[in-house]
C-alpha cells in the first residue's frame, strides 16, 4: 500500500498542485556556502533539483572566469564556437566548460538558450500578469511577485532560481575594487539594471522565436519587463522562500487529501 511521490505527477491534480507550492526552498538550500563535509538537508520538496545542465555549466564556468570581464554579455563572440557548444550539449554530450572556453562564448550561449526555449523561462500565459507587477510599489509588488513564482512548474523555478542568484552575483562585482595589495580589481560594468536589460527579452516573451512581432515590444512592455526583472534579481532569495506560515497551512490541506504522502514527507524532512 505504499505510496511512491518520486514524481508527484502520480498524485492526483489537487495534491500536485499543493505539493508543488512546497517546492521551493528553504533558508539553508538557498546558501551555496554550505560546507561540503554536511549532509544536505532535505526540504519538503519531492522534486530533485531540476536545471537544465546547459545553465548550471555556462553559471558556473561564468561564476568561476567571468565575473570581472567588463562588459560581459555585452561583448561579441564567435557564432562558430557558440554552435559547436550548442550543438555538443544538444547531443547530450557531457560538455566540460573550462578557462579555456571564451567567457562571451559562453555568455553568449546561456542567452541564445533562454532566448530559444520552446516555451520562455516565465510561461507565456503569464507574462501579462508578472508585467502588471511593474506599476506596482513597495511590499505588494513583492508579494505579488511571489504569488507568480509559485505558479511556475518546478522546472521553470528552479532554474529561474539558479539564473537569478548568478545575475546577482554578476551585478556584485559591476563596479571596481581593491584587493589587499591596494591593486584595482576592475568591475564588469553590469549592474542590475544592465542585466535586466540584457536579459528581461529572453525570460519575458510575449511570443515564441521566429513568431510575426515576437521581436517588436513596445517601449512601455519594454520598461516593465526590465523593472520586473530588476526586482527578481534584487529579492530573488526572498522571493524565492516558502514562509513557515504558508508551508504550515498547505500541510493542513493535504493531511485532508494525502495524509500517507505528507506523513512520508515529514519523516523524510
Given amino acids: 500500500g ?14 500536485s498542485k499543493l505539493l508543488e507550492a512546497l517546492q521551493l526552498s528553504h533558508p539553508h538550500e538557498l546558501d551555496p556556502r554550505r560546507s561540503r563535509g554536511k549532509k544536505k538537508p532535505l526540504s519538503l520538496n519531492p ?98 511577485l511571489q504569488l507568480l513564482l509559485f505558479l511556475l512548474p518546478p522546472c521553470h523555478s528552479d532554474t529561474l532560481l539558479r539564473l537569478l542568484r548568478f545575475l546577482a552575483e554578476v551585478a556584485r ?14 568591475g564588469n560594468k553590469m549592474t542590475v539594471s544592465n542585466l535586466a536589460t540584457v536579459f528581461g527579452p529572453n525570460i519575458l516573451q510575449k511570443e515564441k522565436p521566429g513568431e510575426k512581432d515576437a521581436s517588436a515590444l513596445n517601449f512601455e512592455d519594454s520598461a516593465a519587463i526590465i523593472l520586473v526583472l530588476q526586482r527578481l534579481i534584487e529579492h530573488h532569495h526572498s522571493l524565492f522562500m516558502v514562509s513557515p506560515e504558508m508551508q504550515c497551512d498547505v500541510l493542513r490541506r493535504l493531511f485532508q487529501t494525502d495524509p500517507d504522502v505528507i506523513e512520508y514527507l515529514l519523516r523524510r524532512k
Fill in 173 to 186: 562585482h559591476a563596479e571596481s575594487s581593491w584587493d589587499p595589495e591596494g591593486h584595482e580589481i576592475p
Fill in 47 to 144: 522534486i530533485t533539483w531540476q536545471v537544465p545542465r546547459i545553465v548550471d555549466r555556462c553559471c558556473t564556468h561564468l561564476e568561476m572566469h567571468g565575473l570581472q570581464t567588463v562588459g560581459i554579455f555585452r561583448v561579441g563572440s564567435s557564432k562558430k564556437r557558440v554552435q559547436q557548444l550548442r550543438e555538443e550539449f544538444d547531443r547530450g554530450l557531457d560538455v566540460f566548460l573550462d578557462e579555456h572556453q571564451s567567457v562571451h562564448d559562453v555568455a553568449a550561449l546561456l542567452k541564445e538558450f533562454l532566448r530559444d526555449m520552446p516555451d520562455s523561462l516565465i510561461p507565456r500565459e503569464l507574462y501579462g500578469a508578472f508585467l502588471s507587477t511593474a506599476s506596482m510599489e513597495g511590499p505588494a509588488q513583492l508579494d505579488t
Fill in 2 to 15: 505504499a505510496m511512491s511521490v518520486d514524481s508527484i505527477t502520480d498524485l492526483s491534480d489537487n495534491a
